[in-house]
């Protein structure tokens, strides 16, 4: 049983062509088996390719894929400073090679 698509890109900002690959297969899931089929297929993409998987979902839903990786990183005692350090340390790290 098909049904029209009410999924929404929301936010494209950073995507690939593979993520848009992705992309567009979890929206053909979604019209051909419902939300649970597309549930499926992310899942499915989450154990293979997890940072894609993320990736994914948060072209549908930025602000809460956002929070939620925001709160597993409060979760394990990561702050933003942490993340600020580590793209600054990388940064002098690719400069020095």
Known sequence: MAKSSTLEIVDTHGLTHADWA???RVMRVYE???MSAFE?????????E???????LGAFWP?????MVQDAMAERGVT??????LVH???RATRKQ
Request: charged share 35%; aromatic share 0%; proline share 3%.
């Open 50 to 56: 997890p940072v894609r998987a993320i990736r994914v």
């Open 63 to 67: 602000d809460i894929v956002a929070e």
């Open 22 to 24: 992705h992309i567009n």
């Open 89 to 91: 340390n990388h940064g």
């Open 40 to 48: 499926e297929a992310i899942a499915e993409l989450g154990d293979k």
């Open 80 to 85: 933003r400073g942490d993340i600020d350090e």
């Open 32 to 34: 051909a088996g419902g």
